[in-house]
């Protein structure tokens, strides 16, 4: 008979397998266990795949892989959020006394990580207008140390579409990589590894996880890359949990039917908010993005949006609105705000997948409040 002690331990594990679960279940577990020694050092020698789960876990991986399968790419990784995806593709290519080239109106967190951050590693980072190809060719030509050229599918908040291929162009000729951020646009409207980039990140955050409930990232590209990337993630400690993951991955499920409602939710938000204000609607992706008249209260506005949530997110299966000038790009000088176009009467709307005619009435009330 055993002891207390040794019975709360040893508690009643079952085989795992006898058991076939009908989901990938959740291997919350910090490490993995070996039948024998010559089992563990086979794993050193490239014979057996989990070990630790900072170094790799079934649910990362899973994570990983089916974006990279949406992506169009041969592998994919994940990392604790979209800002460590990111990072880990940087540092993926660029080191102490290379420079990156990026968009001047991307995502605020991560125009901070790369104006504030990167510096301290010793990384110069370039600025320009990406709607202007002769302002990023200038940069390429004054700086050949530029390794990485950095921007996203869809720009934050005035969602300008990048034009992937031009890019694509530039980099070759001037032999440096290509990283662009599709969280807004997601695989299910544009692919940009399929289009050329060499990397794409995601805040699986937003509308990779879908329900607001997970803080997640992923980065997909070649084998080459997405291997220095993972070594990266592993070492500085970026890695996703198991149960994030498995968060994500379940959000993926539905990825392609959300899209879609959302989709059309937001060009029919878009239809009705014509002329009430001024609007910014590509055509595809889930986010609009509108200006209110000159003399409108936005105070006022916000709250009077009623079920319509205030949050400084996106991409839930609620419609949601933000406020870029006091969240996303709070951070920014009023000098930098006033050059993105972040005024105090912008709003940034995502749509759910409520009824468009319940989204449209809330805001309708909101507008003749
Ligand atoms: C949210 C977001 C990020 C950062 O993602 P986190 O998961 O919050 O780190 C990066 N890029 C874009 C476009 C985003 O919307």
Partial sequence: MKSFETKSVQTAAM????????????YQTSAFAFSSLEEMEGYYEGNGTYLYSRTANPNTDALGQTVAGLEGAPCGVSA?????????????????GDHVLAAEDVYGGT??????????????????????IGEI???????????????????NPFLRVEDIAVLDGLKKH???????????????????????????????TKYLGGH??????????SKELIRIAENRIVSLGMNLSPFEAWLAVR????????????TENAAAIADFLKGKAEVWYPGLGAIVTFALPEGMDIYRFFSSLGWIKIVPTLAGVETSVSYPYGT???????????????????VRLSAGIEGAEDIIAQLGAAFAN
């Fill in 328 to 346: 996303s790009h709070r951070a920014l000088s009023e000098e930098e705000k006033e050059k993105v176009g972040v005024t105090k009467q912008v």
């Fill in 137 to 155: 060719e200038q940069v390429l030509i004054d700086f050949p140390e530029v390794k990485l050229l950095f921007s996203e599918s869809i720009t």
């Fill in 212 to 221: 607001s409930d997970v803080t997640a990232g992923v980065l997909v590209g």
């Fill in 251 to 262: 959000g993926i499920k539905t990825l392609a039917l959300r899209m879609k409602t959302q």
């Fill in 15 to 26: 085989k795992e397998r006898s058991i076939q679960p009908a989901v990938m279940p959740i």
């Fill in 174 to 204: 001037y032999g440096a990589k290509l990283m662009i951020d599709n969280t807004f646009a997601t695989p299910y409207s544009i692919q940009p590894y399929t289009l050329g980039a060499d990397m794409v990140a995601h805040s699986a």
């Fill in 80 to 96: 604790s959020s979209g800002t460590a995806a990111i990072l880990a593709g940087i540092l993926a290519v660029v080191g102490s």
């Fill in 111 to 132: 125009f901070h990580l790369l104006k504030e951050e990167l510096v301290r590693l010793g990384i110069t980072v370039h600025f320009a207008d990406f709607s202007k």
